[in-house]
Each structure stands twice: as C-alpha cells, then as structure tokens.
T-cell receptor
C-alpha cells in the first residue's frame, strides 16, 4: 500500500527566512497531494494542494512542487512569520482521491 | 455554515466502557472519514463512508464501528474501550478532492 515519508520532523527557522518540508510517496498511481496546517488544539486545515498534472503551484507565500518521476513533493514557505508556527502534514491520495495517506508531520517553529 | 462539527470535545473513559463519537457536516459532502492522530504517526484512517448507506474499513479499524446515519452524520463507536484507543479523533468530509476536518475529540482511556 501507499507509504508517505515526511522530513524533517522538526524545523526551526528565523522569522523572515524560508522553510522547506519534503515528502516522498511510494504509489505511482497517487494523483493528488495536499498539505495541511494544524495549530495547537485544532483540526488540520488545508493550505495548498497539487495534482499530478502540475509541477508547481503557488499561493502568496506558500508553494508546492511535485516531481512525479522521483515521487516526491515539497512545501515551501517564504518570508516566514510567527503565525506560520504549527504542525504541517503532507498527504498522498489512493483509490483515485477517495482516501489520503498522511506523512508523520513536521513541527515548524518560527523564531522572532 | 459550521462546516464539520464533532462532539464531545473531550472524554475520559474507563477500560471496557463504550461510547459514540458524533460528527456532522453541513457542506453537503458525499464522503466522510474518521481518523485517529497519535504523536509521531500523523493521521491514520479508521473508517470511511463514500456515500450515504456505505462504509468501508481504513488502515486501523479494529475495535471500532461506524454508522452513516444520513448524509450529514457519521458516528464512530467504541464498544469496549482500551487504553490503546487513547488518541485524538478527527472527522472529515470530502468535496471533490479536498478533505475538510472537524476540531477533534480528545479521548483518554484509563
């Protein structure tokens, strides 16, 4: 079955710097890759997603890149701010987007 | 719209007790999901319902049952709670490719 590996498990960056979180997946049939942000005590919130027919997608300070050949995708956050501190999860679809398999999560801390 | 709502927010059970976690959505989702979240393990799928009247097992279904009562509601039942079921439980609904999560239920089994 699908396996999603996420790295690093923790990441600490200075405010204003960039942060990159990487994920690899195993099932070449996966075609949808969302990223979620989870703040303390809340449910995961979808922040950006990408489908397999696109290599990159941007939304203001966040971007996601996808390399289907290598089976990896990454989240890029530029000009980080204190409110970016949270746990981030990547996921990959299985069963034609019917289900998602999640990575283990990255705790991102932005230092002022 | 409230989105996806879950009750209760917190619950403490003794080993062997039973309870039902409730989930409701007002976003007209066809598909709904139950996940558990444990430290360092991301979210793992327990059960899902692709449409009203259907349910299927996910990655970790043992010890749980579900009911898709109608299009809006999807409940998760623990018949005989065990300490290994201590976790945070999230319900989600799906619109197209996107899944939207509720606020979670933190369950402790002693």
């Amino acid at each position: 079955g699908e396996n999603v590996e996420q790295h690093p498990s923790t990441l600490s960056v200075q405010e204003g710097d960039s942060a990159v979180i990487k994920c690899t997946y195993s099932d070449s049939a996966s075609n949808y890759f969302p990223w979620y942000k989870q703040e303390l005590g809340k449910g995961p919130q979808l922040i950006i997603d990408i489908r397999s027919n696109v290599g990159e997608k941007k939304d203001q300070r966040i971007a996601v890149t996808l390399n289907k050949t290598a089976k990896h995708f990454s989240l890029h956050i530029t000009e980080t701010q204190p409110e970016d501190s949270a746990v981030y999860f990547c996921a990959a679809s299985i069963g034609g987007a019917q289900k998602l398999v999640f990575g283990q999560g990255t705790r991102l801390t932005i230092n002022p | 719209n409230a989105g996806v709502t879950q009750t209760p927010k917190f619950q403490v059970l003794k080993t062997g007790q039973s309870m039902t976690l409730q989930c409701a959505q007002d976003m007209n989702h066809n598909s709904m999901y139950w996940y558990r979240q444990d430290p360092g393990m991301g979210l793992r799928l327990i059960y899902y319902s692709a449409s009203e009247g259907t349910t299927d097992k996910g990655e970790v279904p043992n010890g749980y049952n579900v009911s898709r009562l109608n299009k809006r509601e999807f409940s998760l039942r623990l018949e005989s709670a065990a300490p290994s079921q201590t976790s945070v439980y999230f319900c989600a609904g799906r619109q197209g490719y996107e899944q939207y999560f509720g606020p979670g239920t933190r369950l402790t089994v002693t």
